[in-house]
């Protein structure tokens, strides 16, 4: 009768020959591909994450739509008016130093963006939150810590009633 197997070898499988891992053999393939796959899901996880941090700190800018806001005769001479240009999630304020002349800014510092409010006696706006001032007149960081000035929201007005036409946001 001849055998299959060389001397001392006597009683191995066939199939040990084809597949030749052993349980212990096998848990290690398992563990390694656990271990890989662990990796590239957590690199999948990360790249996700930083792909959601980008996509939620990337603002399209807004699209400016000529939008009516108030009558010009509810603007108090020396006074102001608040609203949101371009969007809602964009305070804007409307500044009337005299009769005839209307300045329109974004009501965001351009610091950290806290609010701006109009000091008619000074001529300036006035952020609260780091003692920041810009120029009523043009926008113009003064003091403070705003790097730059206030953005200018462009107006119009069309039989009696002010409109942003432009500009304003970030
Ligand atoms: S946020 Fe306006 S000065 Fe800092």
New binding site residues.
């Given amino acids: 009768m001849s055998s299959e197997h060389p001397p001392g070898d006597r009683g191995r499988e066939k199939w040990r020959e084809d597949f030749p891992f052993t349980s212990a053999g096998e848990d290690e393939v398992t563990r390694r591909e656990f271990v890989r796959y662990l990796t590239l899901g957590s690199a999948g996880a990360a790249l996700g994450s930083l792909a959601l941090a980008g996509m939620t700190q990337v603002r399209v800018p807004a699209e400016r739509v000529p939008t009516p806001i108030v009558d010009l005769d509810d603007i108090p001479v020396a006074g102001s008016h608040l609203f949101r240009y371009p969007t809602d999630d964009d305070p804007a304020i409307i500044i009337r130093p005299t009769q005839d002349e209307l300045l329109g800014y974004s009501q965001r510092?351009t610091?950290?963006?806290?609010v701006v409010h109009y000091e008619h006696d000074d001529q300036e706006l006035i952020?609260p939150?780091?003692?920041?001032i810009f120029d009523a007149r043009d926008g113009r960081n003064t003091a403070?810590?705003?790097p730059r000035p206030l953005n200018r929201i462009d107006l119009e007005v069309r039989e009696g009633v002010v409109w942003a036409v432009g500009g304003g946001g970030h």
Avoid: E, F, R, T
Avoid at 111 to 114: G, Q, V
Avoid at 129 to 132: A, L, Q, T
């Fill in positions: 510092c610091h950290l963006a806290c952020c939150c780091h003692h920041g403070g810590p705003p």
